[in-house]
């Protein structure tokens, strides 16, 4: 077995026969297996009590609320989940999983238990939730979000027709569900095809639910008949297949999902204000905060905000200070990223592409300049020729530094401590403003 974590879970559920317990991997893994996907992580059921996997190993916990517990077992390859159907059968174990596909056991010989069909519905490609669709959902409303996501996972997927009824009817829960389950679906959805679960929840009526910045619409949200998306979701579809097919980077998919948010918070606006800088930094705020709802991963959350906040730059005529000045505060692999996603806007509107092909020249002109060369100048000469103290004035002074030999070329130790003092004064305070490009202290 190539996967150590099945292997792993094999050596448990052996040791589980020994001590006279049954036990079966359950849930996504036996799907996975299937479908010759990765797996990802392993639960295992057992006929055991919570407590006698305890007794067995010692190091494991109980976890969860009264119905829903389950003992958590950290192993060399990662925690395993097990729950117990002691008093139940397997089948009624199976039965409370959200759809078919979900719902197989696998032996630790191998052998796959399939009470409700879920074989049979891989085979047709069909989402369809397990014994009946309606209680599935009543029990768990996320579980439309889900179906969508699965319907995303692999080609030609779709969700049975009574599974699909039943998910639309549960929109307005959706709509109350805690948030960071909705984006734990979101951030999930990423990985696969983004913009084929667009498509799922436009269909299911639950993009307003779990999207509202990307609501469309009432006379096209829902129907899935009309020949007419709303401009905005249809751009953001196209921006999402385009990332897909580019990166598997989850960032960059991310600020492919926000890249409308401006818009929509433009129309929003009634102080007569829609300055571009204005309306790229509200727009890149609010998207932060709702990844914040979402309880995404701050480093994930950051890098997509500063994405959000410059991704219209590129796709018009830029300053090649502004562009110099970006590239030295994010890094070159970032401005690459930022790159990809306004190809990405502009593939996705077919608008002129010689803006973004200058300053992808301004950009690489100013990465060959810097690449390789050593900086003439430390902090401590920057304190010393600035008569300064340690603080964020000598990284400021530095990274002024960078912007210059960006742009000029390599200076020596002497050549680069005359043009700090004509770039600085008053203590070292700059003479530019960078207020732009912060945020409460932090690059944005």
Request: aromatic fraction near 6%; glycine fraction near 6%; proline fraction near 5%.
């Amino acid at each position: 077995m190539s996967y150590p974590a099945i292997t792993m879970a094999l050596t448990i559920m052996r040791r589980l026969s020994c001590s006279g317990f049954a036990s079966y991997i359950v849930g996504g893994t036996v799907r996975d297996l299937l479908l010759c996907r990765v797996p990802g992580d392993v639960d295992i059921a057992t006929s055991a009590l919570l407590e006698d996997i305890c007794s067995v190993w010692p190091e494991a916990r109980i976890v969860g609320k009264p119905g829903k517990r389950s003992a958590i077992l950290p192993t060399s390859e990662g925690t395993l989940d097990l729950v117990s159907y002691s008093g139940k059968s397997l089948s009624e174990e199976l039965r409370r999983r959200d759809f078919t596909i979900n719902a197989m056991a696998l032996s630790e010989t191998g052998e796959i238990e399939d009470p409700w069909g879920g074989k049979h519905d891989l085979a047709e490609r069909l989402i369809r939730g397990t014994a009946n669709p309606g209680d599935r959902l009543a029990e768990d409303p996320v579980r439309a979000v889900r179906a969508a996501r699965f319907a995303a996972m692999e080609p030609a997927f779709s969700i049975d027709k009574e599974t699909a009824s039943r998910c639309r009817e549960s929109a307005p829960k959706v709509e109350q569900a805690a948030p960071e389950r909705i984006g734990r679906e979101v951030l999930k959805s990423l990985e696969e095809r983004p913009s084929r679960f667009l498509e799922e929840l436009e269909k299911l009526g639950l993009l307003k639910a779990t999207l509202p910045f990307l609501k469309i619409s009432d006379t096209v949200c829902g129907n899935a008949s009309s020949a007419h998306w709303d401009e905005r979701f249809l751009s953001t579809i196209k921006r999402c297949k385009i990332m897909e097919e580019t990166t598997p980077d989850i960032t960059l998919r991310a600020a492919a999902l926000f890249h409308e948010i401006d818009g929509i918070k433009q129309v929003e606006n009634t102080n007569g204000h829609n300055s571009a800088i204005d309306e790229a930094f509200s727009g890149a705020k609010r998207a932060g905060e709702i990844m914040t709802g979402w309880a995404w991963p701050r480093s994930v959350a950051k890098e997509v905000v500063r994405l959000v906040r410059w991704r219209g730059l590129l796709s018009e005529g830029s300053e090649p200070k502004e562009l110099r000045r970006l590239m030295v505060l994010n890094g070159t692999r970032w401005m690459d990223c930022l790159f990809l996603l306004s190809k990405a806007d502009i593939m996705a509107l077919s608008t002129d592409f010689s803006p973004w092909l200058e300053n992808r020249r301004i950009v690489l002109e100013s990465t060959f300049r810097l690449t390789g060369t050593k900086p003439p100048l430390d902090g401590e000469d920057v304190m010393k020729i600035l008569d300064i103290k340690e603080g964020p004035k000598v990284g400021e002074a530095l990274s002024a530094l960078s912007e210059e030999m960006a742009e000029k070329g390599t200076l020596d130790a002497e050549s680069a401590a005359e043009w700090l003092r004509k770039r600085f004064s008053r203590n070292g305070t700059t003479q530019e403003k960078d207020a732009q490009y912060m945020e409460n202290g932090e690059i944005l």
